[in-house]
């Protein structure tokens, strides 16, 4: 989302289509940032709240990628002797680390 976000930027003087398509990714923006602020129960407000979960899910998986990159462990809270509860094999257990 970032990558389109500065490509739409560096591109946008290069015709309407690129013009138009930062006008949608600022709109969807917006919206996910607007969605805290419209009461819930509304059509609107299910519609605003689909465009923030779409933000925060890619939010997360990008925090992801960082954490995997640097070799961090990707499960939190886990403890060695927790495996046996979770049936997960050792190596899921261990700290994941880029190869």
């Known amino acids: 989302m970032v990558a389109l976000l500065v490509t739409n930027l ?3 003087e290069h015709g309407g289509f690129f013009q138009m398509a930062l006008v949608a990714q600022g709109t969807f923006y917006a919206a996910a940032g607007a969605a805290s602020l419209v009461p819930k129960g509304s059509l609107l407000s299910r519609i605003l709240e689909a465009a923030k ?3 925060v899910v890619n939010v997360a ?9 640097q070799g961090r462990p990707i499960l939190r809270g886990l403890r060695q002797n927790d495996k046996h509860r979770y049936h997960a094999p050792d190596d899921v257990i261990q700290t994941f680390s880029p190869v």
């Open 53 to 55: 979960t779409f933000v």
């Open 10 to 12: 560096i591109l946008v």
């Open 61 to 69: 998986i990008a925090l992801a990628w960082v954490k995997y990159l």
